[in-house]
């Protein structure tokens, strides 16, 4: 059976194809796909940041339903409900024995191919197409890895689901693992989209204060208010650093959640002594940065990378999952529009002109 399939091709650009899935092998689970959110690390791929030499299945922030399992697979059987993790840890190497998935040295997923080092996915020609992070999301079925493929309560709705599996993950990891941000701390986010209007979530739900957004759209900065922040400035016109030090002293942390190395350089001019900057964007490929050497070591400045949130799926995504439930999270007004997959290119346009909340495309 044939799927119809998002896929980046470095030589066709963005485009629809028929592929055929292989059934889930060892270790790995078959899914049928029933929401995926369009995350800023797609649309990386499609505008060459990040440069791939093979065709690519997008997507990877996304939930479905297990439809199959392969050899050896005991934490998930088919009918459960599960969230995508784009990180799936090796469960070897000495990170993830340390207890530190989001930094596992042995995943495949950043190499876009199953732990086998296999896809799943060929055209009708025989040629091979890639799964994104290891999991090729904008499609209607997939094989993914055990340790990607999360459980969850089956009254979570499918969109919620997606967006836990990389943008509010990442966003609330961000504060609570990466940063570690007490009651009382102040916070600036600079990049109000699906990933920093999470931190700014995150930073309501651990009693930060103040919490000051950055934009460069009216629009996500209204939707920052509603999460939880207590000022807004506009990106494009304040001078933030010169805002922080005059109103508060410089902020204890500055989370940037664009990728910008120009941004990610006047992060520093914000902290107060001792205060962190957190890089929950993603540059380009190969993109560098400059700091000013003697202000960080002189007043003990932290520059902190972070990847995933820092999150253990298994844990992060569940405890997140309950918390929404629970009525904790506001997550429902993260969703903007809800498109087919074919209006996937639409979605990535959604994206671009930074305006609406995360696109959820549906099969
Ligand atoms: N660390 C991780 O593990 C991780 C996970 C997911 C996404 N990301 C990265 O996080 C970044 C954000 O992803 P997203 O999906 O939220 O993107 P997005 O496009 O939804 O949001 C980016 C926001 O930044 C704003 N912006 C752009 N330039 C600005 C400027 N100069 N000043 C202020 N605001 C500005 C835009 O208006 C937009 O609202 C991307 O780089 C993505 O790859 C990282
Ligand atoms: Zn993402
Ligand atoms: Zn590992």
Redesign the pocket.
């Known amino acids: 059976m044939s799927s119809t399939a998002i896929v980046f091709d470095p030589e066709a650009g963005l485009g629809t194809r028929e592929v055929t899935l292989r059934p889930a092998g060892p270790g790995e689970v078959e899914i049928e796909m029933r929401a995926a959110g ?4 797609d ?2 791929i499609v505008s060459g940041d990040w440069p791939t030499d093979r065709p690519l299945v997008l997507g990877h ?1 996304a939930a479905g339903v297990v439809t199959g399992i392969g050899p050896g697979v005991t934490s998930v059987r088919p009918g459960d409900h599960v969230v995508l993790s784009w ?1 799936a840890p090796c469960r070897r190497c000495r990170k993830c024995v340390a207890g530190q998935g ?1 930094l596992c040295t042995g995943t495949k997923a950043v190499a876009n191919t199953l732990p086998d080092g296999t896809t799943p996915f060929t055209e009708a020609d025989g040629e091979e197409v890639w799964p994104y992070l290891g999991l090729g999301a904008f499609t209607d079925r997939l094989v993914v890895p055990e340790t990607a493929a999360v459980k969850v309560p089956k009254e979570l709705p499918f969109g919620i689901g997606a967006l836990l599996g ?2 509010i993950t ?2 609330i990891g ?1 504060v609570v693992n990466t940063a570690g941000v007490r009651p009382g701390e102040s916070a600036v986010v ?9 931190v700014v979530m995150g930073l309501a739900l651990v009693g930060a204060d103040p919490i000051v957004a ?4 009216p629009e ?1 900065l209204e939707a920052a208010r509603k999460f939880g922040a207590t000022h807004t400035l506009d ?2 016109r304040d001078d933030v650093a010169a805002w922080c030090q005059d109103e508060l002293g410089g902020v204890d942390y500055a989370f940037e ?4 190395p ?2 990610v350089e006047t992060l520093p001019a914000m902290l107060t002594s001792g205060g962190a900057a957190v ?5 380009a490929t190969g993109a560098t940065g400059s700091f000013d050497l003697f202000d960080l070591a002189d007043q003990g400045k932290r520059i902190l990378g ?4 820092s999150s253990v799926g298994e844990l992060d995504i569940p405890k997140l999952a309950r918390l929404y439930l629970a009525g904790r999270l506001p997550l429902d007004d993260l969703i903007g529009k809800v498109r087919p997959l074919k209006e996937a290119p639409l979605a990535f346009d959604d ?2 002109s ?1 305006t609406g909340k ?1 696109t959820i495309l549906e099969p």
């Open positions: 369009v995350c800023h690390s649309l990386h922030e990180f989001w990389c943008s990442t966003g961000a600079i990049g109000t989209g699906g990933v920093g209007l999470s950055v934009d460069l759209s996500r990106g494009a959640a664009i990728g910008s120009k941004v890089l929950v964007g993603m540059a972070c990847n995933y949130g994206l671009r930074n995360r």
